[in-house]
Every structure is written in structure tokens, then in C-alpha cells.
Nanobody, 116 residues
Framework: QVQLVESGGGLVQVGGSLRLSCSVF????????MGWYRQAPGKQRELVAD???????NYEDFVKGRFTISRDDAKNSVYLQMNSLKLEDTASYYC??????????WGQGTPVTVSS
């Protein structure tokens, strides 16, 4: 069993910051890619950012320059530092990891609400 546990979501004002964390527990051979998706009410889930095992990162345009993804392989964890938050960043944020064998796992989601 593999379990992803997210934390760090909450309520923040426009322009504020939050740091999301996600830790992976269980028997997973090797984590290749780690990432964050988000889903706003009434919208489809969308990629926010991901990072591969070499440390290369990828960001969607709507978060470039504001969000930073990082990983700590010793802790089987991935983080998302979110700065300059906007109203449109309000969503549930989901952590995801992909194993060496291509199997993807998802967290349960952590809500982020940005208020004016």
C-alpha cells in the first residue's frame, strides 16, 4: 500500500503565501516523477508543476515565477511553495507521484482558499 499525505493548505489573502507538503508512505520501489495538480470547483483537474528524479522542473504558465516545486528524496517528500497567491489559485491541490514502473499514485487533496 502506498499512501500520499498532504498538508499545508488553508485560507490566505491575495498576495500571501502557502507551502504545501506531501509525504509518501508505503512500499514504492522508486519515485520517478512528483507533482502537484489542482482542481477548482466546476473545473477539470489541471497540472500545476512537476519535478523528475533528476530535479528538472516543469511549471504551467499560470504559476511561473510564483510557485516553486521541490523534492527531498531522503524523506520521500515533495513541496510546493506558493507565493503571490491570486483569487484564481483557489482549488484543491493534489500531490501525485509516479513510480519507476509507471504507476501513478494520488493524495487526497488539500484545499487552498485565497480571499480578497
Amino acid at each position: 500500500q502506498v499512501q500520499l499525505v498532504e498538508s499545508g493548505g488553508g485560507l490566505v489573502q491575495v498576495g500571501g503565501s502557502l507551502r504545501l507538503s506531501c509525504s509518501v508512505f508505503g512500499n514504492i520501489i522508486s519515485i520517478e516523477e512528483m507533482g502537484w495538480y489542482r482542481q477548482a470547483p466546476g473545473k477539470q483537474r489541471e497540472l500545476v508543476a512537476d519535478i523528475n528524479s533528476s530535479g528538472s522542473t516543469n511549471y504551467e504558465d499560470f504559476v511561473k515565477g510564483r510557485f516553486t516545486i521541490s523534492r527531498d528524496d531522503a524523506k520521500n517528500s515533495v513541496y510546493l511553495q506558493m507565493n503571490s497567491l491570486k483569487l484564481e489559485d483557489t482549488a484543491s491541490y493534489y500531490c501525485t507521484v509516479t513510480s519507476y514502473f509507471g504507476k501513478r499514485y494520488w493524495g487526497q487533496g488539500t484545499p487552498v482558499t485565497v480571499s480578497s
